[in-house]
C-alpha cells in the first residue's frame, strides 16, 4: 500500500505506457525539463530521454498537429495542452482534423492519440485558465472524453487510452492535483465508457465528474450523516463514451436525479444526461432532473466569488436537501 | 551541340513527367465537364494549369513518403499514383470512391499510396505533415513528408508554428508553396507584408530562401529532387515557393473574373506548363509519335475510368453510421 497524488500518478502513468510502448512519446510545452507547470509531469525526460519526451514551443496548433501525423503512421502520441483553455488556440487541429479524419477517409487512418489537459477551477487563475470544458470536446463526433477523479482512475484510464484506437481528450483536474489515494497496485486498466459507482444510496443518483464526483461524494456522507438522506453518486469518468446502462439502472432505482457539472448551465454534459434520462426513464422519474452548474458566466478570479461559482459541497447538499424535503 | 537527352534528367524521366502532367490536365479537364453535367455536387478547386508542381513531386517521390495536400488536391493525389476512378469516383460520390463518398472533393486520401489526405481548414495540414516527418525520425526510418500549400496559407499562424518546429527538430519534410497569385479572389501581394509570401518567411525559421518557376516541369523536378534529397539525408526541412497560375476561378462557383484578361491569357498562351513541355520535348528531339502516344493512352485510360465511375453504385446509407471510431461504428453510448 502506498500513497499516490493525482499528480504523481499522471507521470506514473504516463511512465507505465511508456515502459509498455515504444511506440509512446510525451510532447508539450515545458513537460520534460520543468516536468509540467503543475510539475504532474516531473521525472519522465531524465527516465526516457529527450527522443521521447519532447518540449515544444508555445504552439499549439503545431504540437497537436504533430501528435496527429505521428498518430497516423501507428505511434501513439500523448501531447499536453497546459491548461484547457488554450484548446481554443488549437481546436481545428481538435475539432476538423484528429476528429473527423477517420471518417471522412473511410477508416483508412487511425489516430491513437492521447491529449492530456489541466482542467478546471478552483486555483483563483481568472476566466482564461480556469475552465471546465468536456462538454466543448463531448458534442463533436470521433473524440473520446476522459475525466478522472482519483489517482486510480488516472491510473487505469491513463493506461485505457494510449492503448485506445481512437482519439482521447483526458481532462485533468487542476484542483485535483493534491488529492491523496492509498492505492495497492498501479498497473491499472479501466475501460473507457464505464462509470463508477462513489457512494452507495437509494433516496437519490447524483451525477458527477472530476472534481465535481468528488464534492458529490462530500456531499454524500454530509446527506448520510447530518441529514439521513441516502445518496448514490456516481462518477461517468467518461462523457464519450458514456455509460447510459449504468445511469438508467440507479434511475430506476431511486427515481431522483441532479447532476453536478463544474460547466456554465448552457449546454452543459448534465443537459445531454438529463435529455436521455426522460428519454429512457421517464416513467421512474419521482420529479424532474436538477442539474446543478457554474452560472452563465466567465469564472471570477477573486476567492469569495470564484468559490460562490464552482458549486461546493455545501450547495449539493442544499440542493439536494430542497429537491426531497421541500426545503 | 548539347546532348539534350543525355543530361541531369534525359528522356525517360521526362516522357514520365509528361505522362504525369497529362493525367492531371485531362482528369481535371473531365472533373469540370462531370461538373457542367451535374454529375459532381458541391465544389470543387481545379488546379489547372498548375500540374508541374504535383507532377513533379509525383515523379521524384519514392514509394512509402508522404503527402498532405489542400482541398486543390485532385492533381497531388493523382500524381501519387491513385486511380483515377479512385479519385472522381469519389468526386461523384459513388463507392469505387477513394474514400466510398464520405469525403469528397476537398478531402481525397490514399494512404497505400502515400496520400496522407488533403485539407480544407488552410494550415492545418502544415502541422500534421510535421508528424509524419517527426514519425520517420523517430522510427529512425528514411520516408520523406511532402506538404502542398497555397500561397494565402503563408499568412495564417499554423503556417509559422509549423515552420519553427520542423526546423528546430530538423524534420525530414519539404514545404512547398504554390503561388498562383490570388488567395481566393484577392491579390496575393494586396494581404501580404512580402513581395514573395512564402519564400521572404524562410529567413525567419533559418531556411533557404527558394523560388522556383512552377510551371517550368524541368526546373520543378530539378528543384524537388534537391529538398527531397536533402530530407532524405537528415539535413533537414525546405521552404519552396513555385511560382505559378491556376487557369479556372478559385472553386466551382467562382469564373475568376477579378483577373485582368491579359494576365490570364498570357499565363494560357504562353506559360501554360503542358503547351510548353510538349515543345520542349520537340526541342530536345524527342519522337512526336511517342509524345502522341501517350497522350492517346491517357485519354483513354480517362474514358474508362469515367466510364467506371459512372456504373459504380452509389453508396448504401447505412454507411452514415460507419467508421467514426476504429471499431467500425459510431456508437456513444451503452
Redesign the interface.
Given at each position: 500500500m502506498a500513497q499516490l497524488t493525482y499528480r504523481a500518478s499522471v507521470s506514473l502513468a504516463i511512465a507505465q505506457s511508456m515502459r509498455k510502448d515504444q511506440k509512446v512519446?510525451f510532447i508539450g510545452e515545458d513537460v520534460g525539463a520543468a516536468g509540467g507547470v503543475f510539475k504532474a509531469t516531473v521525472g519522465l525526460l531524465e527516465e526516457f530521454g529527450k527522443?521521447r519526451v519532447?518540449d515544444?514551443?508555445i504552439?499549439e496548433?503545431?504540437i497537436?498537429?504533430?501528435?496527429?501525423?505521428?498518430?497516423?503512421?501507428?505511434?501513439r502520441p500523448i501531447a499536453e495542452i497546459m491548461f484547457s483553455d488554450f484548446l481554443a488556440v488549437c481546436w481545428?487541429?481538435v475539432a476538423?482534423?484528429i476528429a473527423k479524419?477517420?471518417?471522412?477517409?473511410?477508416?483508412?487512418?487511425?489516430i491513437?492519440l492521447v491529449i492530456r489537459t489541466a482542467n478546471g477551477g478552483g486555483s483563483k487563475f481568472g476566466a482564461q485558465h480556469s475552465q471546465s470544458l468536456e462538454n466543448w470536446s463531448m458534442m463533436i463526433?470521433?473524440l473520446k472524453v476522459v475525466a478522472p477523479s482519483c489517482p486510480s482512475d488516472v491510473l487505469g484510464l491513463m493506461d485505457s487510452a494510449v492503448k485506445d484506437?481512437?482519439p482521447v481528450i483526458f481532462y485533468e483536474h487542476k484542483s485535483l492535483y493534491a488529492f491523496k489515494e492509498e492505492i495497492e497496485k498501479t498497473d491499472l486498466f479501466i475501460p473507457i465508457?464505464e462509470a463508477n459507482t462513489i457512494h452507495e444510496g437509494k433516496d437519490i443518483t447524483i451525477i458527477g465528474l472530476a472534481l465535481m464526483a468528488q464534492r458529490a461524494k462530500d456531499a454524500a456522507l454530509i446527506l448520510k450523516d447530518k441529514h439521513d438522506i441516502n445518496a448514490k453518486v456516481i462518477d461517468l469518468r467518461s462523457l464519450?463514451?458514456?455509460?447510459?446502462?449504468t445511469i438508467k439502472k440507479s434511475v430506476i432505482e431511486t427515481g431522483h436525479v441532479m447532476t453536478v457539472e463544474e460547466n456554465p448551465r448552457l449546454c452543459g454534459w448534465g443537459a445531454e444526461i438529463s435529455s436521455?434520462i426522460s428519454e429512457h426513464c421517464f416513467k421512474n422519474l419521482k420529479g424532474p432532473v436538477t442539474r446543478v452548474t457554474t452560472p452563465h458566466v466567465p469564472l471570477p478570479s477573486a476567492d469569495i466569488l470564484e468559490d460562490n461559482t464552482i458549486p461546493s459541497v455545501e450547495l449539493i447538499v442544499n440542493e439536494v436537501i430542497k429537491k426531497l424535503k421541500g426545503e | 551541340m548539347v546532348d539534350k537527352l543525355n543530361d541531369d534528367i534525359g528522356e525517360e524521366k521526362r516522357l514520365q513527367l509528361w505522362e504525369m502532367m497529362l493525367k492531371l490536365r485531362l482528369v481535371e479537364k473531365k472533373a469540370y465537364d462531370l461538373f457542367l453535367q451535374n454529375l459532381i455536387k458541391g465544389t470543387s478547386h481545379l488546379a489547372l494549369g498548375q500540374e508541374a508542381i504535383a507532377g513533379a513531386f509525383g515523379v521524384a517521390l519514392k514509394q512509402g513518403d508522404?503527402t498532405f495536400c489542400t482541398y486543390r488536391g485532385h492533381a497531388h493525389t493523382l500524381a501519387r499514383g491513385s486511380s483515377i476512378e479512385g479519385v472522381l469516383g469519389e468526386l461523384m460520390g459513388r463507392q469505387c470512391g477513394?474514400?466510398?463518398g464520405?469525403?469528397g472533393s476537398m478531402?481525397l486520401?490514399?494512404?497505400d499510396k502515400g496520400v496522407?489526405?488533403s485539407?480544407a481548414?488552410i494550415?492545418?495540414?502544415?502541422?500534421?505533415?510535421?508528424?509524419?516527418?517527426?514519425?520517420?525520425k523517430?522510427?529512425k526510418t528514411n520516408e520523406v513528408?511532402v506538404c502542398f500549400f497555397g500561397d494565402g496559407t503563408t499568412n495564417i499562424?499554423?503556417f509559422h508554428?509549423?515552420l519553427?518546429?520542423a526546423k528546430?527538430?530538423n524534420l525530414p519534410i519539404v514545404f512547398v508553396c504554390e503561388n498562383n497569385l490570388y488567395m481566393e479572389y484577392t491579390p496575393i501581394h494586396e494581404v501580404t507584408a512580402v513581395e514573395h509570401p512564402a519564400a521572404d518567411r524562410a529567413g525567419a525559421y533559418d531556411l533557404d530562401k527558394i523560388i522556383v518557376d512552377g510551371n517550368d516541369a524541368d526546373e520543378m523536378l530539378r528543384t524537388a529532387e534537391k529538398a527531397i534529397s536533402k530530407a532524405r539525408e537528415g539535413k533537414g526541412p525546405s521552404l519552396i515557393e513555385a511560382k505559378t497560375y491556376r487557369h479556372s476561378g478559385h472553386s466551382r462557383a467562382d469564373p475568376g473574373k477579378y483577373r485582368p484578361d491579359e494576365e490570364v491569357k498570357d499565363w494560357m498562351e504562353n506559360k501554360d506548363p503542358i503547351k510548353n513541355y510538349r515543345a520542349k520535348l520537340l526541342d530536345f528531339n524527342i519522337n512526336e509519335k511517342i509524345i502522341s502516344e501517350i497522350e492517346e493512352k491517357i485519354k483513354d485510360q480517362v474514358e474508362k475510368a469515367t466510364e467506371i465511375s459512372m456504373a459504380s453504385p452509389i453508396p448504401e446509407i447505412k454507411e452514415i453510421y460507419?467508421?467514426?471510431?476504429?471499431?467500425?461504428g459510431?456508437?456513444?453510448?451503452?
Open positions: 512519446f527522443e519532447m515544444a514551443p504552439s496548433q503545431a497537436l498537429g504533430a501528435a496527429m501525423g505521428a498518430a497516423m503512421t501507428g505511434l481545428d487541429i476538423n482534423q479524419t477517420r471518417y471522412m477517409s473511410d477508416g483508412q487512418i487511425n491513437p463526433p470521433g484506437p481512437d465508457g464519450v463514451p458514456l455509460d447510459l446502462q436521455l | 508522404y477513394l474514400m466510398k464520405k469525403g478531402h486520401t490514399d494512404v496522407m489526405g485539407y481548414i494550415g492545418a495540414h502544415l502541422t500534421i505533415a510535421n508528424g509524419t516527418a517527426l514519425a520517420s523517430y522510427n513528408s499562424g499554423a508554428e509549423a519553427n518546429m528546430i527538430w460507419t467508421d467514426v471510431w476504429a471499431n467500425g459510431s456508437e456513444w453510448h451503452n
